[in-house]
Nanobody
Framework: QVHLVESGGGLVQAGGSLRLSCAASGGTFSNYAMGWFRQAPGKEREFLGVISWSGDSTHYADFVKGRFTISRDNTKNTVYLQMSSLQPEDTAFYHC??????????????????WGQGTQVTVSS
């Protein structure tokens, strides 16, 4: 497993942007796909997107396509989630996670074996 720490969350007005970071340490990062999820109070965890180990392939949930972009810098052991056109319904705790597998991409939580503690994103109307 790997230790993941998210940062960059905060309060933003509707229509604004935020960039979240997820720094990895203590394990292998660059060989694995990395995903982003979110969970709002009283709701189930939602898959947002995933980036391949090399960074040359990404897949997104339909509801964030065109607004969220995932990137990574393997030299810094960091993955990013750039979010734009944020709306109040995007308010949630955002988590990064390392995929168990070195190939393919997965939208289910069970495919990920290391999770960060999360960072809160609050979008005001």
């Amino acid at each position: 497993q790997v230790h993941l720490v998210e940062s960059g969350g905060g309060l933003v007005q509707a229509g604004g942007s935020l960039r979240l970071s997820c720094a990895a340490s203590g394990g292998t990062f660059s060989n694995y796909a990395m995903g982003w999820f979110r969970q709002a109070p009283g709701k189930e965890r939602e898959f947002l997107g995933v980036i391949s180990w090399s960074g040359d392939s990404t897949h997104y949930a339909d509801f964030v396509k065109g607004r969220f972009t995932i990137s990574r810098d393997n030299t810094k052991n960091t993955v990013y989630l750039q979010m734009s056109s944020l709306q109040p319904e995007d308010t949630a705790f955002y988590h990064c996670a390392r995929c168990k597998y070195t190939t393919g991409w997965y939208a289910t939580s069970s495919a990920y074996d290391s999770w960060g503690q999360g960072t809160q994103v609050t979008v005001s109307s």
